[in-house]
């Protein structure tokens, strides 16, 4: 099989900041069987699972290319933390962040399954990180999301209280054939 080089995709980056925890107050829908569980050591073939499930329609290929040594890094850094959302009694999405040097927390992924988008859990999902986040009283939390995530990403991190502080064009090279092929076999 060969290893086309996939085109390369233009992106409009928005980086985001929030200053102060979120006033907003969500209850979870009642008719919904949810949870939210912590994973320290996450295994690696759960964490790409999780990352593939929620990141394919929005391009996320940043951790899909990393080698096993170089994902353990990031996600089994006493510094990160990792939530697997389940509905109904299944994995439907996670975040994850990361505290930093200075007070500064980072939302470094956030997102639901496909399977659990229109059913009203996802300003509660995010509601959840951004209380887990604030307990740890950072000066302030960052993110960033792009042209190529849901379209009204960006309006719901500003709808919680994150304000854009930067913009910037990028570019996302797509998985190639070659890359997924590769990628489930590490599954």
């Known amino acids: 099989m060969e290893n086309q080089q996939q085109t390369p995709l233009s992106v409009h980056v928005t980086e985001l900041e929030m200053t102060a925890p979120p006033k907003a107050h969500i209850i979870a829908p009642s008719n919904l069987h949810l949870a939210l569980m912590r994973v320290p050591q996450i295994p690696l073939p759960f964490y790409r699972f999780l990352y593939r499930q929620v990141g394919t329609r929005w391009e996320w290929v940043d951790r899909i290319r990393m080698s096993d040594e170089e994902l353990s890094a990031n996600v089994h850094n006493e510094r990160t933390t990792i939530t697997v959302f389940y509905l109904e009694g299944a994995p439907a999405g996670f975040y994850e962040y990361q505290q930093q040097d200075g007070g500064i927390t980072e939302l470094i992924h956030f997102g639901l399954f496909e399977r659990a988008l229109g059913l009203g859990v996802g ?6 990180g951004l209380k887990a986040m604030w307990a740890d009283k950072p000066e302030k939390i960052i993110t960033a999301t792009n042209s190529l995530d849901h379209p009204r990403a960006l309006q719901l ?8 502080v930067s913009t910037y064009e990028s570019e ?16």
């Open 123 to 128: 300003k509660w999902f995010l509601l959840q």
């Open 157 to 164: 991190y500003q709808q919680f209280g994150f304000s854009p």
């Open 172 to 187: 996302i090279t797509p998985l190639s054939d070659a890359e997924l092929l590769a990628f489930t076999r590490k599954l």
